[in-house]
C-alpha cells in the first residue's frame, strides 16, 4: 500500500539503524512525505485516512520516542486543519509538502540556531560549568567561543559511561580550557563557574526538564550559589503527552555499567540501581534556549503546543 | 633524651606507619606518658618544658593531622592547669597519667558509643543513606541493626575511589540490603530515604563539616528534600585551629585516579582537579553524634574546645 | 421581552434554587441560548443588543460568581467576534448555538477529564493527602483507584464546617482506605504522603488559587516538605476580572460555625474571624489539572482567557 | 525504709493526683528532701545509695515524664558532686537541702520570671498570635499587658480539645482582646500578627520544641512571613536523653476527641489519627523565653544540661 | 525621498530633542505614518522596501532604545502580515494607518489604564513603599488615592540624583502623607509597609526587570518579607531582543555622580562605579501591571512579544 | 568620698570628652581601680558596697553605652565572687587589679587580635565588600593585605554621612584598591566579591547583630549570594540585658542629615526618618571575628556572658 522506501524508514527506526532524536523525526516526516505523493485520489477523507495509518505505523516503531511523534503532529495537524477548513486533497498534499520541508529545515538548523541564541548570553571571560554530553549544550559553548569570547569550560565525567571525556574530546579540538572534575565535585566547583550550561532529553507539561543523571543535582547546586542554569533543547524535546497527565518514564539502564558483574555477584544482600536520567523541577531553570529562541520554562509548553499539538485535546493527530 | 619507644613513636607516625585519625592520636598520648615517666626530676619548670618539647615533636610529624594534636592538647592541658596551680612534678605526673588514660579509653570507646547514640535516632523501617566508607557512620547503622530494627542503606559508589564498595562489603557481612547507585543519582534517589549519615574527616569552628567531596551535595539535597543529614564523628575531629582563623586546607589529590594518565595526555586543554574533600556548612547538618553525646554543629565547638583547648587563647599548651 | 423560561432561570439563579458552580453556568448559557432562538429580526445591532442585555440580567443574579460570567463571556464573545467580521443574524445564531453546546458539554465532562488527567500523575503505592471535600480532587483520586492503582489517602477533618467527613464518605464508599486527622496536623503527617490534590474555588490573574481555608497551608507544609502540590479545577473556575486588577473578595461566613453563641456571649472582649477561603500564591503549586490538560498555574491564565474573554480589553462582552 | 510521706508522693504522682510539670518536680524534690532528712548513719556510700534507690523509685512512677528526671537530676548531681569531692554525710544533706531550696524556689517563680523577661520583647501596640493554651505563653502575654502596653491576641481554637477557649477565658479576665480562630486560618491571619509566642512540653537536644499539634505548622507560617516565633517554656521541659540518642515518644490520643464513636463506626475504610503534639525544628524560632534568660534554641541545650545533668555521661545519677 | 517632517523627527531623536520612552515611539510611528502618506505608487515591494528603509532609518537613531523599536514593529508587522496575504499598496495603506492610531492612542493612555488596574490593587489602609521616580508606578499610588483610598507612601531618596525627592513632590502635590528613607533603609522599613510598587526600564525575555539601581535590593527584601511587589510598566518596554539572546546593557554613568571629583582625584587606588540599572529576576516580582492587564512576570513575554514581533523568528521587521 | 580623678572620668564620660566604645570602658574600668586603691578599711562589706557606688555612677553616665558596663561587669563579678568566697579586702584588692589589667590589655588588644584571626580567614586573590567605616573590619582587611594577600575591596558610601569616604581614605594610605558604589548597588556588585567583612556596634542575646543602617540588606544580598558575611567586634560589644529581655534601642538621629532642612520644609506631607542602626539576624552572619578567637553568632551569647555576666542571675553586679 505504502513505497517501498516507507517500509525501509520504518524498519530502519525500529532496528535503531536510524538514530538520533533529530535524525529519527525528519526522517519520518520524509517518509509520510513520500506517502502523501504516492496516494492519487481525490477523496478528501481516504487521504486523510491513508495519511493517518502511515503515522500510526511510524509511531509505533519507537513508542517512547519524543521527537518522532513530534515531527509527525508538526505536520499531520496542519494538514488536518486545511482539512477541516474544506481543502481539496490537492491541496492538502501542498500543505503536507509545506509544512514537512519547514519542519526538516527546522531541524537541520536547529542545533546551529540554539548555539547562536545560547552563545548571546555568554560573556567574555565567563566559565561555564556542563554535565554529560550534549551537542546542543556544546553549541552554545562553542558558538560563544568562535565568536571571540575568552572563555572556559569545567566538564564533569559522568558516571556511570563518563560521557564527560567526550565533552572533553569536542572542547580540546576546539582549542577550549576544560577542567574535568568527578561529578561529586560539582558543589565544589560551582563557586568558580558563572554560568551552567546543559541539554535536555525531554520537556514536560509544566517546563520540568529530563536529563542524564545528575543534571537535577547540578540545578541544585547551582541554584544555591546563584549560578544560571541553562537548558539548550530542540523544541522537539518536548513532550506534549505530558500536558494530558502522561508520566515521562525514567529509563533505568544496565547495572554492569555501574560495577563489574563479577564483583556485584560476591554480594547477595546488594542491589544496584542505574537509572538514566533525572528531572528538574522549572523553578532551578533560569532560561531554556530552543531554535525558536530563548524562554522561560514554564511558559514554553504554550509555545511549543502551538507547533505540534491542538490546543484543547488529548486526541493524537493520528487517532481523531 | 627520651626513651627509644618515644623516637620510635615519633618515626612511625611520620613514616605513616602508624595510621588511622584514632590510632595516631593514641599512640602520640602514649608516647607523651612514656616521656612523663622517664622524667627524674622535682624542677617544675623543667618537667613542663621536656613535655612540651616532646609534644612539639609529635605534632610536627604530621602537621595537617586533626586526631594528633588533640590528643596531646587534651593531656598537656591539663598538666598545664595543674602546673599553674602550683603542682609539685609528682602531682602533675599523676594528673597526666589520668588524663591520658582517660584520653585513650574514651577514643577507644569512641565509635561504639557513636553506634549506640546515633542508633537511638534510627527508627524501624528507616531507609539510610551514606556516602563514602565511614567507620563511625556504619557503626551508626550497624548498631541499629543489631538492635533489631528493620533498616535499609543506600550507599553512593563515590568516586574516584570507590569506596562505597567497601561500604557494600561491610553492610553485606552483616546482612543488611543496600543499593548501590552512581553520586550523582543521590538526588534522584534522595526522596525513596528518611536518613542520612555520614562521617567527618575534620569539623571547624563554626560547625562546619570536612569530609569526602560529594558530601556538602548530598547534604544539599538532603536539606531539599527535609531528610535529615547526621554526621556521626570522634569529637577529636574538631579543629581548634579554626577558632582563631585557621582555614582548612583541602588535600587535592593524584588527577590519575580520575581518568588514566594516557587518555588525559591526549588532550592539551585539559586539567583535571581532584579534590579529596569539601565542606558542608553548619545549616545543612542537623546534628552530630560523637561519643560524648549528640549536638548541633554550632554549639559543638563550645563543647570540645572545653576538652581540647584553653578558652580565651590562641597559643598551643606546646608553645606556652 | 424574553420567553419565561430565561426569567425562571434568572430567578432559580439569584434563589440559590440552582446551585453548584458549574450547573449555574450551563443554566446561564442554556438561558442565552433560548434568548437567541426567540429572537425574530435581520437587525445585526438589535440582535446583539438583545444578547447583551439577557447577558447582563444573567450576570446580576450573584455578582461575586466566576462560573457563570465565564458561561456567558464564552458564548458571547464568540458570537461577537463572528459580528465584527460582518456575520448575519443568522450565522451569529449558529454560532451561538456552537459555542452554547460546546460550552456545556465540555463542562458536563470536566470533572470526569480532570479524574483523567490528574489519574495519570498517580502513581502506584502513593498516598495523597486532600483538603475540604473537593469533587474534582476526589475525581482524580477516585479515578486513580479506579485504574487499579494501590492508593491511600489523609483527609483533613475541614473545620469548621467539617467538610473532610463527606471526603471519607465518598472514599468509604470506594473503597479507598482513608486516614482522618485534625487540620493542624497537617505537617505532622506531610511526610507521610507523596502528594497532595486539592480544588479550587476560583483561580486569579497570577495563577494564584482561591481555596477553602487551610489550603495556603496544606501548600506551605507540602512545599516544605518537597510533596508535589496539585489542584484540580475546571476552567470555568478562572477569574478573568483580576487581570484588570479586581481582587477576589475572601467571603467571611457565620461565626457560629465556629463556637456556640452561648459560649461566645460570655466573652466581651472576643471577636470571632471566620473567613471561608484562603489564597496559595501560584509558586506552591505544582501543577494545575484541567478538563484541557495540565498546566504551571502561571501559564494558566493565558491559556484560559483565549477561552473566557478577549485580550486586550478589560470590557465585558455585555457592556461594550 | 522511707518515711510515709515519700509514698504518699509516690502514689500521688503514679495516680495522677500530682499533676502538672512543675508541681510534680517540685513533690518529687520535696520527697527527696524528706528521704535524707530521715537517714541517720555516717557511712557516705550508704547514704548515697538510699538517695539512689529513693530517686529511682520516684523516677518510675512515670517514664515518660520530662520535668520529674529533670528536679532529681537538680538535686542529686550537685549531692553527688560533693561525695566525690570527699564530703561528709553532713556535708551532703546541706547540699541536698540547698539545691533542693534552690530547685524549688526557681521553680516556682519561673512562670513569672518567663512573664517578665518574654514582655521586655512584647513592644507597645503589638498583635500577639497564639496557639493551645500555655501557661507560660499566656504569662508573657499578660505581662506586658499589665505593664500597660497596648497588645491584642490572636488564638487558636486548637482542635481537637478546643484548648483556644480557655486561653480566650484567660485574656478577657484581664481584658485583653481577642480574636478566635479556627486552626488552619493560621497562615491567612499571620500577616495581621507582628509576634507568635506558644509554650513547650519538652526541648530536645538540638533545640527542637516538642509542643500541641499544629505549633509547628504555626511555626512553619511564621517563618515564611518573617513573624518572630518565640517559645516560652520553664528549663525543666528540657529533655537531656536527647544529648544521648533518644527520641522524644509522641503521645497518640483516643480518636473519640476528633470525632463521635457512632460517625467512625459507620466507615470500615477510615482510620482516625490523633497525635497530641509535633515537633517544631530550631530553624524556625527565634528565642526561647526561660526562668534564667532567653536563647537562641540550638544553644539551650548547652545552658540547661549544666543545671541538669553531667556533660560527658550518658548515666543517670540514679543508675551510677 | 522621505517628507521633510520625516528627516525632523529623525534628527529629533538622534539629538535628543524628543525625549521620554513613550514620545519617542510615538513620533516615530507617525513619521512611519508619514512617509507611507507620501508613497505614491502600486508596486506592493517597492512600497514595502521604502517603509522598511525608513524604519531602519529611525532605528538607528537611538540602537539602545526599547520603546522606538517597539513602536515600529507594532506597525511594520501588521503591514508585513497583510503584505504577505496579498493585499494591495491601497490596503497596506490602511492597515498601516489603522495600527499606527492603534498604537498611538494606547500608547497615549497606558499611564492612566496602568494606574487604573494597578489602582485596583490597592486596598483601603495600604502603606506602599516606591523606590525612585516612575511615572507609572505613581499613577497607580495617585489612583489609588484619587479612588478615595487612605494610604500612605514610602520613598527611598534614590542616590546617586535624588530622584526620590521628585517622588516626595508629586505625592505632596496630590496630598499623600510619604516619608523619605535613605536608600539603605529599605529592610528597615519594610515591615511597615504592605506593598511595593516600582517601574521599569526594560523587561527581558525571562520576564525579568531593569529598573533604576536598588530595585533588586528593594525586590530581595520585599520577598524576604512577603510583602507584594508589583511592576508597573507599558508593554513597549519589552525587549524582543532578549528572546534571541541579547542581553540588555546596564549604562554606566559618570562617576562624578557619586562624588565631587576633587574629592575623587585625591585617591590614586580609588574607582568609582556608577551603575543606573540592575536585574530584578522574575520571582521575585508578584505582577506586572501594564496598559493591557496584569501579569505574572514569566508570561508577560509570550503576550508582548504577539504585539511587537512574530513568533519564529528572529528577524526584525525592517531586516527582512 | 572618691578620688578627683574619678569624677573628673565621671563627668569626662558624661560631657562625651571620652569617646569611643573601647576607651569609654577602660577608662571607667581605670577609674574603678583607682576608687579600689583608695580604699582604706578591712570591712569587707563595706568595700564591696563602696566599690558598686562607684560602679553605678560610672554606668549612671551614659546609660546606653554597651562598652561601660561590660568593662565594669567584667572586673565586678570578679570581685564579687571572690567576696563570696570568703576573701579579704587585700585579697580582693589584687583580684580587682588583675582583672582590671586584664580587661584593659586585652581591650588594648583587640583590634589587633580581630584583625589577625580575621585575616587568616581572607585567601590571596579576595575581593571583600564592606560598608560603612569600621575599625575593627578595616583591621581584619589591612592586616590580610600587610601578610601580602592580593586582595581588592568594594565599599559603600554609606548614606547618610559618607562614613565609606573615611574607609577609602584608610585603605588608599595603605595602598589597597577600593572601588566605591552607591549602597543601593550592593546587590549589583555582590557577585564580583567573595567575602563581605563589617563591623558591629551591639549583639544581643541570639547572636544579632546592630550595625549601621544597611547592613542588614548587604547580610541579605550576600546570603542570597551565598558570599560569606562576617561581623569582627570586640566582646564588649555584646549586650547581656538582652538575655533578659531588654531590647536594643535603634537610635533615630537627625533629619537634616538626609535632605536640607529648606527643602524639607517646603513639604508638608512629608515626614524623615534616619534610624542610625538595623538589626542583621544571625542566620545571616557566618561567623563572628573577636579578640578571643571566632564563633557563630548563636554561640556568642554564651561565650560572652561567661567573660561579663552571672550565668541565672540578671541582677547586675553594682545592684546585688
Redesign the interface.
Known sequence: MYPDKFYSVVEGIRTMKIRGAGRIAREAVKALKLVSENIDLEDRDKYISILRDAAKKLVDTRPTAVSLPNGLRYVLNRVLQSYESGASVEEMKSVLVESADNFIKSSLQAIKKIG??????I?DGDIIMTHCNSQSALSVIVNAYRMGKNIRVYA?????RFQG?IT??V??KE???????????????I?KV?KVVVGADAIA???AVVNK??T??LA??AN???VPFMVAAETYKFSPD??????IIIEERDYRE??PES?VNK?????????AF?VTP??YI??L?TE?????P??F???VREMFGS??S?LEPWEK
Open positions: 547562536k541564541y545560547g552563545a548571546g548570553r560573556e564533569t565525567e559522568t558516571r556511570p571525556r572533553v574530546k572542547l580540546n582549542g577550549i580550557d576544560v577542567t574535568m572534575i568527578v561529578d561529586s565535585a560539582m558543589r565544589y566547583f563557586n558563572n507539561a509544566n517546563g543523571i545528575g537535577s543535582l541544585l547546586a544555591e550559589a546563584r505530558t500536558l494530558f497527565g502522561k508520566l555501574v560495577a564483583w554480594y547477595k544482600h546488594l542491589t544496584i540501581r542505574n537509572p533525572d522549572p523553578e533560569d532560561i534556549i525558536i529562541g530563548v524562554f522561560s514554564s511558559v509548553p504554550l509555545v490546543f484543547y488529548e
